[in-house]
């Protein structure tokens, strides 16, 4: 079974500041990954996945994400954010054969002038 | 991608009754999910819709409490039953698409109070 950890719940950040959100997962067998993001009162949007290949994937809004197979780590950075980044950001991870999405508990970002 | 429709959007029920909610999809799906997130906390699984055929659910819920339907492959229902005020939550459709590479679409949610 797999199983993902976002130490941080909230994340502080100024406008136009770098932030990185921590995922670490846990599993036995080979995983994809995904970060989600929910703005408030919305559903959740696919922000970036990793499925194999390059180890540094790129998202929409300017996000990107590492994956670290040795740390068991898929972290979400962001160079510069902004106001709209404010909303809730999960973590999920499910095995090759797809059985089904484990979620983190999320963090939430906010993002202030 | 996919567009995904959920009715209601919200309801407040009264305990012991039940509450059927919808999920209409406008494309070819291979799998269908229902999900439950509960205030201020992350998504939990509920079930695997599966279509003409029993839904596969996860440990901690049962069909008695959580009936699930998928006619077809584009609509599922989720009805919960003799709701609790501990059944307040957002719940929410996601789907996988054929042929996708494993991106799950996620619903807009139906906002539930029982009161």
């Known amino acids: 079974a797999q199983s993902v950890t976002q130490l941080d719940s909230q994340v502080p950040v100024f406008e136009e500041a770098p932030v990185e959100l921590r995922c670490n997962y846990s599993?036995?067998?080979?995983?994809?990954l995904f970060w989600y993001v929910q703005y408030p009162n919305q559903g959740l949007q696919l922000l970036l996945k990793?499925?194999?290949?390059?180890?540094l994937v790129k998202g929409i809004n300017g996000f990107e994400a590492e994956f670290n197979k040795s740390q068991t780590s898929f972290h979400l950075r962001k160079p510069s954010v902004h106001i709209s980044d404010t909303a809730e950001y999960f973590c999920?991870?499910?095995?090759?054969?797809?059985?089904?999405?484990?979620f983190g508990t999320g963090t939430r970002l906010l993002v202030s002038p | 991608s996919a567009v995904i429709s959920q009715k209601p959007s919200r309801d407040i029920c009264q305990r012991g009754t039940s509450l059927t909610i919808q999920c209409q999809v406008d494309?070819?799906?291979?799998?269908m999910f229902w999900y439950r997130q509960q205030p201020g906390q992350s998504l939990t699984l509920i079930a695997t819709?599966?279509?003409?055929?029993?839904?596969?659910?996860e440990s901690g819920f049962v069909i008695d409490k959580f009936p699930i339907s998928r006619p077809n492959l584009t609509f599922s229902t989720l009805t919960v039953s003799n709701m609790s005020p501990e059944d307040s939550s957002i719940y929410l459709c996601?789907?996988?698409?054929?042929?996708?590479?494993?991106?799950?679409?996620f619903g807009p949610g139906t906002r539930l109070t029982v009161t």
């Open positions: 996601s789907v996988l698409l054929a042929g996708s590479t494993y991106e799950q679409y």
């Open positions: 599993s036995s067998v080979s995983v994809y």
């Open positions: 990793y499925l194999s290949g390059s180890t």
């Open positions: 999920a991870v499910t095995n090759t054969g797809f059985q089904k999405l484990v």
């Open positions: 494309s070819q799906v291979t799998m």
């Open positions: 819709a599966n279509q003409g055929s029993e839904a596969t659910y």
